[in-house]
C-alpha cells in the first residue's frame, strides 16, 4: 500500500509568481484535504476535496484553488504569492467514510519559500 | 481555533512511559478525539483517536475521562525517536470535517 506522495519536496519563487502543488493520495482514498504550516505554528485547513468536488474550505483567499483528478490525485495552486505564502504544505488523504473511520494521513509535506 | 488545550513542552526519560494530557471541556457527543504527531518539519503522523472508550494500538493508549473533558495519550517506553510535537484535535465524525490542530506538546525524550 503507497502512502500519501507528494511533490516537489522544496520549492523557491519570487513575489507574484504562481506555484502549483502536487499529491497523490493512499490507496483507495477518495478525499484529499490542504494545509498550510507556518513555521512554528500548527496546521492550518486550507480545503478539501470529495471526487473532485471542493467539499469544504478555511479562512484562505480566492488565489488559493485547487483540483482534484479523477485518480483522486489533486494539485493547490497560489497566484500572485507573497511573502507571507512561505511556510510547509501539506497533503492529507482519507477514505471519505463516516463511523469515526475518516482518518486522515499526511504526506511529507512541500516547503515553499517566497523571495 | 482549536478547541483544546495542552501544555506546551514536556519532558520525559528514555525507556519511561510518557504521558501528554489534553484538555477538552467543550467536546460534542459526537466528536472524536485524536492524536498525531510531527517530527521536525515532516508530515504529522496519526497516533490514535477514540470516542468514549479507551484505545490501544502498537504506538500508543488513549485514556478519555468518563465525562470526557480530558484525555491522556501514554506512550509507554518513550525513546529518542519519540521527540515530536504532538497534536491533541477533537473533530465531528464524517468525511467534510477537517482538523484544526493547536500549537500542541513539544515531547523531549531525555537519555
Known amino acids: 500500500e503507497t502512502g500519501v506522495t507528494q511533490s516537489p519536496t522544496h520549492l523557491i519563487k519570487t513575489r507574484g509568481q504562481q506555484v502549483t502543488l502536487r499529491c497523490s493520495s493512499q490507496s483507495g482514498h477518495n478525499t484529499v484535504s490542504w494545509y498550510q504550516q507556518a513555521l512554528g505554528q500548527g496546521p492550518q485547513f486550507i480545503f478539501q476535496?470529495?471526487?473532485?468536488?471542493?467539499?469544504g474550505r478555511g479562512n484562505f483567499p480566492p488565489r488559493f484553488s485547487g483540483l482534484q483528478f479523477p485518480n483522486y490525485s489533486s494539485e493547490l495552486n497560489v497566484n500572485a504569492l507573497e511573502l507571507d505564502d512561505s511556510a510547509l504544505y501539506l497533503c492529507?488523504?482519507?477514505?471519505?467514510?463516516?463511523?469515526?473511520?475518516?482518518?486522515?494521513?499526511f504526506g511529507p509535506g512541500t516547503r515553499l519559500t517566497v523571495l | 481555533d482549536a478547541k483544546t488545550t495542552q501544555p506546551t513542552s514536556m519532558d520525559c526519560a528514555e525507556g519511561r512511559a510518557a504521558n501528554l494530557p489534553c484538555n477538552h471541556s467543550?467536546?460534542?457527543?459526537?466528536?472524536?478525539v485524536y492524536w498525531y504527531r510531527q517530527i521536525h518539519s515532516q508530515g504529522p503522523q496519526y497516533i490514535i483517536h477514540g470516542l468514549k472508550n479507551n484505545e490501544t494500538n502498537e504506538m500508543a493508549s488513549l485514556i478519555i475521562t468518563e465525562d470526557r473533558k480530558s484525555s491522556t495519550l501514554i506512550l509507554p517506553h518513550a525513546t529518542l525517536r519519540d521527540t515530536a510535537v504532538y497534536y491533541c484535535?477533537?473533530?465531528?465524525?464524517?468525511?467534510?470535517?477537517?482538523?484544526?490542530f493547536g500549537p500542541g506538546t513539544r515531547l523531549s525524550v531525555l537519555p
Open positions: 467543550t467536546i460534542s457527543g459526537n466528536e472524536y
Open positions: 484535535i477533537v473533530r465531528v465524525d464524517g468525511y467534510g470535517q477537517n482538523f484544526v
Open positions: 492529507a488523504s482519507s477514505s471519505g467514510t463516516s463511523g469515526g473511520a475518516d482518518t486522515q494521513y
Open positions: 476535496y470529495y471526487r473532485e468536488e471542493e467539499n
